[in-house]
């Protein structure tokens, strides 16, 4: 017996990402005040929100806590099984419990219910069935159903996976709007890796400082200001008792020479560029590198005030892994 062959193969790949774009398209066009009242009853809550599922479920319910956690609301996840054998102890008065279920009928969840109610806490279900049993028991019911599964016999759960993920995705990003959370903000909430990296970190995170910075004085002569071209990146410093009055570049050097054919006995102050782009130290060092690429600028005088404080080198940005 033979299996499908690739042709059949692709157009059932394709088949199933069209079943879960288009329940992503009916998900979208239902979003309502449902919707919002569920985001307002977060805001109001005084406590965390508690996201709770079993399997599949539980794997989309462990997803958004996390992003919404991510994203500036404070979240975990709690197995429904280890809520029943004493981990329910972690809602408190005030948390919001999200229960994240396709058929509203599991019945680990059914167990967990009565004891989130004891202590008090809101539940919002997002379920693929809001006339179930859990639909009918919450304050909140978000709507996941979907038409039909990717799946070729209509049971695995993934089509009503996206749409899970994707509902819990527009909740954590709509209560992160909310709150009014800027770039700042998830930078901070994500300190290590390349978010962190991108979003936090500054020019005087990236730049180099004291005798790496190659500088030179207006009345030196470029004879001597050519080595150190050749062996510091390209770009020199041109600073008159510490204030920072220019730049001297390969290209500046190559243009002044072919037009003077003394250029070596010649001041670098006949040659550099006296008002070059400057970065500031505080300045976010993806803005920085956006900008030298922008320009095709391979390095940047780091300046505060008038006085030249360290230079960034769009390699050390790239190596330090700040990604555009």
């Given amino acids: 017996m033979t299996g499908p062959g690739p042709d059949e193969l692709l157009s059932g790949a394709r088949r199933a990402i069209e079943i879960e774009a288009e329940g992503l398209h009916a998900l979208s066009a239902r979003l309502d005040d449902t919707f919002l009242a569920a985001v307002d009853r977060i805001l109001e809550a005084r406590g965390r929100v508690v996201v709770s599922g079993v399997g599949k479920s539980g794997l989309v ?54 004891a989130v109610r004891n202590v008090g806490a809101v539940v919002i279900a997002l379920t693929g069935s809001p006339t179930s049993a859990l639909a009918a028991s919450a304050d909140i019911v978000l709507d996941a159903s979907v038409a039909k599964e990717a799946c070729p016999y209509d049971v695995a759960p993934t089509a009503s996976s996206a749409v899970a993920v994707a509902l819990g995705d527009a909740l954590a990003l709509s209560l992160m709007r909310a709150r009014g959370l800027d770039s700042d903000d998830f930078g901070r909430l994500h300190p290590g890796g390349a978010l962190g990296r991108r979003l936090l970190w500054t020019v005087r995170d990236v730049m180099v400082t004291g005798d790496e910075v190659p500088r030179a004085a207006p009345s030196d002569l470029l004879a001597s200001a050519m080595s150190a071209i050749a062996h510091k990146r390209g ?71 008038d006085l030249l404080v360290g230079m960034l080198h769009l390699h050390d940005i790239l190596r330090a892994g700040v990604e555009a």
């Fill in 61 to 114: 319910a462990r997803k958004i806590a996390s992003t919404l956690a991510s994203t500036g609301t404070p979240a975990l996840f709690l197995h429904p099984t280890d809520a029943a054998h004493g981990d329910v102890g972690v809602l408190v008065p005030g948390d919001v419990l999200l229960v994240v279920s396709k058929s509203g009928a599991t019945a680990e969840l059914a167990t967990l219910l009565p």
């Fill in 235 to 305: 770009t020199i410093a041109v600073v008159d008792s510490d204030a920072f009055i220019g730049v001297l570049t390969a290209g500046d050097l190559t243009r002044f020479a072919s037009t003077h054919s003394d250029f070596l006995s010649r001041p670098v102050s006949e040659a550099m560029t006296s008002s070059p782009r400057v970065a500031g130290p505080d300045e976010r060092a993806l803005a920085a590198r956006r900008r030298m690429e922008e320009h095709g600028i391979m390095a940047l005088p780091v300046v505060e005030g």
